[in-house]
């Protein structure tokens, strides 16, 4: 038996599932200049578009409308779609829309031939998912309860025991299954990304319902108190996938930043040397290949079942694994909302390292000035 899967190479673009829709173009040309709000409207209530067939993710408008401007959060459902889906195409690099297409045709392909091992993963069962320290945190919800399963070994690098020992291993099986399937029907699967040749995308094969419920309940209230300045409360979309390194897989994995707001890291197994990650700082894209502060040089190394959160834009890499194999899941939380915000900003001061150094260096430089004129002008007083 064979299926083509086609000669498709995953891209890191913005994206999401759902099937091409026919929208109404009656939003005006005016509208189309005008920018999304800073702070959402808490008032307004979304409307839902659950029914509607769309290239995104229906959360996502959602999420996208209390950011409307104030005109547009009255006009009928059509133009706000017309309005949120520009905005949201964007993020398209050039060339790529076309590809998002042939994307959902593949994971169709996919989920109608693929028969799952373990059924009861595709639906997210916190009890049997999460270990009860984490649970009671997520329950709490305060940061104060967040920060007692936690450590912070570098800034803005989280750790914590995440994910029970059962549920690992159904995971871990379940990619094996899906990884024997493809090789037996001779399917050709798109990589997680650019940089790992081996691992499988999550969400390809059914796992995009589960890991939405992992984002929005369990990821995002950790994110909105951790990284509110990269979008951490408005995470509206993910891309999930995971890695695999060791013998005859990626050996390891050079210095990058993440197409992502806030990175979910969590080290499945099994038994392994080597494969550590080092941080060397958060940066924007004009400061991305400066030099480390020593403050921002820290290596970590992986245990299964405990996670790693960190900002998409933290630089890092993971060093070679040595022996064993090494199997890690990832889940790369986006915001649509902050991704817009992003393109009026000039200042990043508030995460970016590089660009807080430099703010320090002109308000150092400006008092040491303002201090010389003052001593100039008491000298003259006295002369």
């Not at 290239?55 to 959060?73: G, V």
């Not at 891309?239 to 197409?259: A, C, N, P, Q």
Request: glycine share 6%; aromatic share 10%; with cysteine.
């Amino acid at each position: 038996m064979s299926l083509d899967g086609g000669s498709i190479d995953r891209r890191e673009v913005y994206s999401s599932g759902g099937a091409n829709g026919v929208v109404s173009v009656a939003a005006s040309a005016a509208a189309s200049n005008q920018r999304l709000r800073l702070n959402p409207s808490k008032e307004h209530k979304p409307e839902s578009y659950e029914d509607l067939q769309l290239d995104f993710t229906p959360s996502i408008f959602s999420s996208l409308e209390r950011y409307l401007p104030p005109n547009l959060l009255t006009v009928p459902r059509d133009d706000k779609v017309k309005f949120m889906r520009e905005i949201l195409l964007k993020y398209l690099p050039h060339g790529e829309r076309n590809r998002v297409q042939k994307q959902r045709e593949y994971r169709q392909k996919i989920i109608s031939n693929y028969q799952p091992l373990h059924r009861e993963i595709y639906t997210m069962h916190p009890a049997s998912t999460f270990v009860p320290s984490f649970l009671k945190a997520i329950s709490d919800n305060t940061e104060e309860s967040f920060r007692s399963i936690m450590s912070e070994p570098s800034p803005g690098v989280f750790t914590f025991e995440m994910l029970q020992p059962g549920f690992c291993e159904l995971l871990l099986s379940e990619v094996e299954n899906f990884e024997k399937w493809v090789t037996d029907v001779k399917f050709r699967i798109m990589r997680p990304n650019t940089m790992n040749k081996y691992g499988a995308v999550l969400d390809d094969f059914g796992l995009e319902t589960m890991l939405d419920k992992l984002m929005e309940s369990f990821i995002r209230p950790i994110s909105k108190v951790f990284f509110p300045e990269v979008g951490g409360a408005t995470l509206d979309s993910h891309h999930g996938f995971v890695v695999e390194y060791g013998k005859d897989r990626d050996v390891d994995l050079g210095f990058h930043v993440d197409d992502s707001e806030v990175t979910l890291n969590v080290c499945l197994g099994k038994q392994f040397s080597g494969g550590e990650l080092y941080f060397r700082g958060t940066r924007c894209d004009k400061h991305v290949n400066t030099g480390s502060q020593p403050e921002e040089i820290f290596d970590y190394s992986h245990v299964p079942g405990q996670a790693v959160l960190h900002r998409g834009r933290h630089r890092h890499g993971a060093r070679a694994t040595t022996s064993g194999h090494r199997i890690n899941l990832l889940l790369w939380c986006r915001s649509s909302v902050f991704r817009e915000m992003k393109k009026y900003q000039k200042d990043f001061s508030n995460w970016c390292g590089e660009c807080l150094r430099e703010k320090k260096e002109r308000q150092r430089t400006s008092i040491a000035a303002t201090k010389r004129e003052l001593l100039r002008r008491e000298g003259e007083s006295k002369t």
